[in-house]
């Protein structure tokens, strides 16, 4: 009796669940909630079958049902199993340094090297295989996704990760693809002209030379476009003992913290305010 009940209390709420998070669960990870996640870095990760190594999903309240993230780990002297996906993916690497191969089936493969923070996209629903340069430690990376609005749309698994479309106005197997090499425009679209630097490969963002930005006193920054997709990132410095200027955006803008330790305020118009404290390695998705 109790069997059936379990049964019809699961069939009758399912209508209004994600897909999304039936899917997390069933590839039986934990899916991180509320605000922020205080530390990526130490983040607990469980074995994820899938891609053969550990992970951990984030779907914090500002998601909006547009992005999530993932966590994952690659063990010691080991490599993830070859994936592809109807999703796009921006992959910030938090700790070690190795390899990723790509492809579409029928082209030539195309490795590329990474270390901690280098930052780069794969190509819609292309092969790829990532493979740990270390022997004895894990790396880490911290991955910002599309899954959470194609899979509620879709809600067929196999569409999603067994799917043979390829996307050429992405990725043509271009041999110098992942080569770090970048195109710089100016983009005057948020009312002061912003460098725009469009690449497939970051190597290292603390590379990357910053201009002034007009987000607050001081502050300097740079802005990336990567493998022609729709997810994009920036990067924000702000002098110490300063604070950013007031703002609000759309949904889904997932805030990694890099250095430096201080505090955000987020709030609804004319409703209470909730303060986080952030530290590096605390990811913080602001409502829309």
């Known amino acids: 009796m109790k069997q059936e009940r379990a049964k019809m209390d699961d069939s009758e709420t399912s209508w209004f669940r994600l897909y999304y998070e039936d899917w997390v669960k069933r590839e039986g990870l934990e899916l991180i909630e509320g605000y922020a996640?205080?530390?990526?870095?130490?983040?607990?990760?469980?074995?994820?079958?899938?891609?053969?190594?550990?992970?951990?999903?984030?779907?914090?309240?500002?998601?909006?049902?547009?992005?999530?993230?993932?966590?994952?780990?690659?063990?010691?002297?080991?490599?993830?199993?070859?994936?592809?996906?109807?999703?796009?993916?921006?992959?910030?690497?938090?700790?070690?340094?190795?390899?990723?191969?790509v492809w579409y089936e029928g082209q030539e493969k195309r490795s590329f090297e990474w270390q901690a923070g280098s930052l780069f996209a794969i190509p819609l629903n292309a092969w790829h295989q990532h493979f740990n340069g270390q022997g004895a430690e894990p790396a880490r990376y911290l991955a910002v996704t599309t899954a959470l609005i194609m899979?509620?749309?879709?809600?067929?698994?196999?569409?999603?990760?067994?799917?043979?479309?390829?996307?050429?106005?992405?990725?043509?197997?271009?041999?110098?693809?992942?080569?770090?090499?970048?195109?710089?425009?100016?983009?005057?679209?948020?009312?002061k002209?912003?460098?725009?630097?469009?690449?497939?490969?970051?190597?290292?963002?603390?590379?990357?030379?910053?201009?002034?930005?007009?987000?607050?006193?001081?502050?300097?920054?740079?802005?990336?476009?990567?493998?022609?997709?729709?997810?994009?990132?920036?990067l924000l410095e702000f002098p110490g003992g300063t604070f950013s200027k007031v703002h609000r955006h759309g949904p889904s803008a997932h805030v990694l913290w890099l250095s430096g330790e201080g505090y955000t305020l987020m709030w609804p118009e004319g409703g209470s305010r909730v303060k986080l404290d952030w530290r590096p390695g605390t990811v913080v998705v602001p409502p829309q």
């Open 193 to 234: 002209p912003v460098e725009v630097i469009s690449s497939n490969f970051i190597a290292s963002i603390s590379d990357i030379p910053l201009q002034g930005m007009d987000r607050g006193v001081g502050t300097l920054g740079a802005q990336f476009e990567l493998a022609n997709g729709v997810l994009g990132a920036h």
């Open 37 to 101: 996640v205080q530390d990526v870095f130490t983040q607990p990760l469980r074995p994820w079958p899938r891609k053969g190594g550990f992970g951990a999903h984030i779907l914090l309240e500002g998601a909006g049902g547009l992005a999530s993230a993932y966590l994952c780990e690659i063990p010691a002297a080991s490599s993830l199993k070859p994936q592809r996906h109807l999703f796009e993916e921006l992959i910030y690497i938090l700790k070690g340094r190795g390899s990723t191969t």
């Open 151 to 191: 899979m509620n749309l879709v809600r067929d698994e196999d569409f999603i990760f067994s799917n043979n479309g390829v996307f050429l106005d992405r990725y043509r197997g271009e041999p110098d693809y992942f080569s770090g090499k970048a195109v710089r425009e100016s983009y005057s679209g948020f009312g």
